[in-house]
């Protein structure tokens, strides 16, 4: 890291041969030697419009970008085909001990250049089996914690209306135990709403319980069966309820 040894993979006459292999640093080491640009209508050439920006010809031929660094000599970083680039990253991460993606970094830009090296550092390391073995697992447990169990079961519902298909569906879930029961019906008039209710409970409330609170939403249908209550024969009663906020059941 401190940069007292040597990095591997340094070969000037293998990079060579390498930079002779990709069709953009070839086309980009002719328009250097000839003193040419390409045509501004060839939108088909970026890397090669990128490179002619930053780019030299060394004197052994092989393409460099000069790197100044403040108080220290500059030095030739070697260009990097795409192709091999992130084959190069993978062993200097390797050989290096697996160090982070800025101890990478900078590791590589003291000898190497390419395009798009923040992005394939950043690949590098995090496709690492293990420095991902490393890494601090996310927490997904939620916080819980405990209360105060219900009175009774039976006494707190939840009911709502869907619209699908062209039918109305009223669905009713009792808070406690979360059992859900739904029926289809004709309208959203409270006639309905209350017959419809009316049946889905029945079999929900106990007998000597108190009287059950349905929370709905305020639509004009449950707005007009707030404070009603309907006696049965067998002792129990409902008590319609519909509170500021809407306690809508999920689906």
């Not at 086309?27 to 390409?38: I, K, N, V, Y």
């Not at 900078?106 to 995090?126: G, K, P």
Request: glycine share 4%; aromatic share 6%.
């Amino acid at each position: 890291m401190r940069g007292a040894q040597k990095l591997p993979f340094t070969n000037r006459s293998a990079w060579l041969a390498l930079q002779s292999e990709c069709s953009d640093l070839r086309r980009t080491c002719a328009h250097l030697r000839q003193g040419t640009r390409p045509s501004k209508r060839l939108t088909n050439i970026r890397d090669v419009k990128r490179y002619l920006n930053v780019t030299t010809v060394s004197r052994d031929g092989l393409l460099v970008v000069r790197r100044h660094t403040p108080l220290a000599a500059s030095t030739d970083c070697i260009v990097v085909p795409r192709a091999v680039l992130d084959g190069l990253l993978t062993s200097l991460h390797i050989k290096l001990d697996h160090p982070t993606a800025t101890q990478l970094k900078a590791v590589v830009q003291r000898y190497f250049y390419a395009l798009d090296m923040d992005a394939a550092v950043q690949r590098v390391t995090n496709g690492c089996h293990r420095c991902a073995s490393l890494k601090k697992a996310p927490v997904f447990m939620s916080d819980q914690s405990t209360c105060d169990p219900p009175e009774v079961v039976g006494s707190t519902f939840a009911a709502d209306v869907f619209r699908r298909d062209r039918q109305f569906i009223l669905v009713v879930r009792e808070c406690v135990t979360s059992f859900t029961l739904s029926s289809l019906i004709e309208d959203e008039r409270r006639e309905t709403l209350r017959d419809a209710l009316l049946r889905l409970c029945l079999g929900l409330c106990p007998l000597d319980g108190p009287f059950a609170v349905i929370r709905t939403d305020p639509a004009p249908g449950f707005a007009a069966l707030a404070g009603m209550r309907s006696s049965q024969s067998t002792g129990w009663s409902l008590k319609w309820a519909t509170p500021k906020t809407s306690t809508k059941p999920s689906r």
